[in-house]
Nanobody, 119 residues
Framework: QVQLVESGGDSVRAGGSLRLSCSASGNVDSIATLGWFRQGSGKQREVVADVTPTGQETLADFTKGRFAITRDFGQDKVYLQINGIRPEDAAAYYC?????????????WGQGTLISVSS
């Protein structure tokens, strides 16, 4: 099993910045991809960004120029920096890990950390 704990969500004004953190524990050696999803009110969960075991980063189109993802392989953590926050960024942000053992893929989720945006 893999446990994920997020932190850093807050209520911010539009244009502000936040840094979300996620710490992984448990069977961390099995983790391949580590990243973030988000789910706004009344919306489907969508991928934000992730980092592969080789350090390759993938970011959703809506993040370009405002979001950055960083993975600390030594500390089993992943961070999401969000700058120039917009009202549409308001959502619950979930840390996600895809792990592999016994040739099967396993998906794990954190409990979510909430960002609310005021204009």
């Amino acid at each position: 099993q893999v446990q994920l704990v997020e932190s850093g969500g807050d209520s911010v004004r539009a244009g502000g910045s936040l840094r979300l953190s996620c710490s992984a524990s448990g069977n961390v050696d099995s983790i391949a991809t580590l990243g973030w999803f988000r789910q706004g009110s009344g919306k489907q969960r969508e991928v934000v960004a992730d980092v592969t075991p080789t350090g390759q980063e993938t970011l959703a189109d809506f993040t370009k120029g405002r979001f950055a993802i960083t993975r600390d392989f030594g500390q089993d953590k992943v961070y999401l920096q969000i700058n120039g926050i917009r009202p549409e960024d308001a959502a619950a942000y979930y840390c996600h890990a895809r792990a592999f053992w016994q040739v099967y893929a396993h998906d794990f989720w954190g409990q979510g950390t909430l960002i609310s945006v005021s204009s």
